[in-house]
């Protein structure tokens, strides 16, 4: 519900979907030409450059790329401007012999197969989620936020016997004090105040000793996660509401629409026959 950064590090997975905005569509061989074709085959826009035909879908995707209304003469006009800059550019790139550079034909290949997988990504799972499904989703995260906020002060390390060097510092010395004291030297990943968080933006582990603090203290021992061992300290507690569902619906959709799109791509990479040799 939050819309509060990743204050853990980079752990959900990533899937190479969506990256680049390219027009996806294979180039057609010319009749005839050794040179590589640039553009794809489609419906003519009547631009030409050095006789070259521009397709209409080639306007169209520089268009969306830049948020431009074809239907606007003076934006019309500025797509086909730019567009024949890049196409009579990569022409030059081409008569000086870069389409066969095996680096740039990479990068193109890339570039196709997110714009292609993309496409199928959108198609799939383009049926919106119905409201019942939405608001199932609002009640299943509510019930995980909890009722409170926590403000949350932390040192994490990276192996256990730090930490437990750390605890007993803590003890005699006191929370603060050795969270100023550690702050950026080796084997400290991070020491600092973390502002206040639900209990979904805590590593699972820490959830429960928060919630055994009560309204305020230190955990007695180091807590490990993903992330390596922690140091905790409770310094506050406060009711929590979360926003309405309707102050939250738009992003309610969009995270199950993420959630359809990794799901989708796990069941493709399942079934496929992908083999290393």
């Not at 509060?4 to 990256?19: A, D, E, F, T, V």
């Not at 030409?33 to 080639?58: F, I, T, Y």
């Not at 929370?175 to 020491?191: K, T």
């Not at 968080?197 to 590593?203: D, K, Y």
Request: charged share 25%.
């Amino acid at each position: 519900m939050n819309k509060s950064g990743n204050r853990w590090g980079k752990c959900l997975p990533l899937i190479p979907l969506l990256l680049l905005a390219a027009c996806g569509k294979e180039p057609a061989a010319t009749g005839g030409s050794d040179s590589a074709a640039l553009l794809p085959a489609g419906p003519a826009s009547g631009l030409r450059v050095n006789g070259e035909a521009v397709p209409q879908p080639l306007l169209e995707a520089y268009a969306r790329m830049r948020g431009w209304n074809l239907t606007d003469p003076s934006q019309l006009s500025q797509v086909r401007e730019k567009t024949a800059e890049l196409v009579a550019m990569a022409q030059a790139a081409r008569e000086a012999g870069l389409l066969d550079d095996d680096q740039l034909q990479g990068d193109l290949a890339l570039s196709r197969l997110n714009a292609i997988a993309g496409r199928y990504v959108e198609q799939t799972t383009a049926a919106a989620a119905s409201e019942e499904a939405l608001r199932a989703e609002y009640e299943r995260e509510r019930s995980q936020l909890g009722q409170y906020e926590y403000q949350v002060a932390h040192i994490l390390v990276d192996d256990q016997a730090k930490a437990a060097e750390l605890s007993a510092r803590i003890a005699a010395e006191g929370f603060a004090a050795v969270l100023a004291d550690v702050q950026g030297q080796p084997g400290v990943r991070d020491a600092r105040d973390l502002g206040w968080v639900t209990r979904t933006q805590l590593p699972e582990s820490l959830r429960p000793v928060v919630d055994a603090l009560g309204d305020s203290g230190v955990a007695s021992e180091p807590v490990q996660s993903e992330f390596g061992w922690h140091l905790v300290e409770l310094e506050a507690r406060r009711d929590f509401a979360p926003a309405p569902f309707e102050q939250v619906r738009d992003g309610i959709a969009a995270s199950l629409s993420r959630k359809q799109a990794l799901e989708l791509t796990r069941q493709v990479v399942q079934q496929a026959k992908i083999e290393n040799d």
